[in-house]
């Protein structure tokens, strides 16, 4: 595997489930993201990770629930989701937290809420 | 607070026709300035970046822009499209004291027709 891999690529839960997204990156960065793509509006940063630190929290409700448990891995835990969680989340790593450093996305995983 | 307007949702265009996408911002500070593109079901890729020096900045795959401070724009342009250009582009701006903290714009579909 290359690049920044994200299982699974599709997940339909119902609200009262538990799930979560699992996003691994094998470029040997120190920071990851979780971004939200919703349809007609722009990406928005939940949370990143800096050597496995959560350095930002974007207001994300508390149904969201990040794990870093190293560099590599990042996981999205949900639970008692709502319809309008639907959308696609999208991981990135970046070598360091700079702006200078390029964040490499996922494909993401399309998440539809029932 | 750092904000990033895209002029236009879909840009239809023939192949080899030239293309401008337009991008405007507003910071009350210095900004570094982005452009990704999303292909069908995969994740963001970047494209170009401007963090400072020359204004006109080339990136991958024949596109280049054009950081104008007086206009807050970065407007992204490409002389000769292709089909394989079809796929939605994202202009994304970074205050530099916010880290690697990226404010994306909601996106523009470029659909190349034969």
């Known amino acids: 595997e290359t690049g920044v891999t994200q299982t699974p690529r599709h997940l339909v839960m119902g609200m009262t489930n538990k799930k979560s997204l699992k996003c691994e990156q094998h470029?040997?960065?120190?920071?990851m993201y979780w971004y939200k793509q919703s349809a007609k509006k722009p990406l928005e940063l939940m949370f990143v990770?800096?050597?496995?630190?959560?350095?930002e929290n974007n207001s994300v409700p508390s149904r969201f629930s990040p794990e870093c448990p190293n560099s590599s891995h990042l996981f999205l835990h949900l639970h008692t989701l709502q319809p309008e969680d639907s959308a696609l989340y999208l991981c990135a790593s970046s070598q360091e937290l700079a702006v200078t450093y390029e964040q490499y996305f996922g494909p993401g995983t399309r998440l539809t809420v029932t | 607070a750092q904000s990033v307007t895209q002029l236009d949702s879909q840009v239809p265009v023939f192949e080899e026709a030239p293309v401008e996408l337009r991008c405007n911002y507003s910071?009350?500070?210095?900004?570094?300035l982005f452009w990704y593109v999303q292909y069908p079901n995969q994740g963001l890729q970047l494209l170009l970046k401007y963090l400072s020096g020359s204004t006109l900045v080339k990136g991958i795959n024949g596109f280049e822009a054009e950081f104008n401070k007086s206009q807050t724009s970065f407007h992204l342009r490409k002389p000769s499209v292709h089909i394989s250009d079809t796929a939605e582009y994202f202009c994304a701006v970074s205050a530099g004291e916010y880290g690697n903290k990226l404010v994306f714009g909601a996106g523009t579909i470029l659909r190349v027709k034969s």
């Open positions: 910071s009350s500070v210095s900004v570094y």
């Open positions: 990770y800096n050597f496995k630190e959560q350095t």
């Open positions: 470029l040997g960065h120190n920071a």
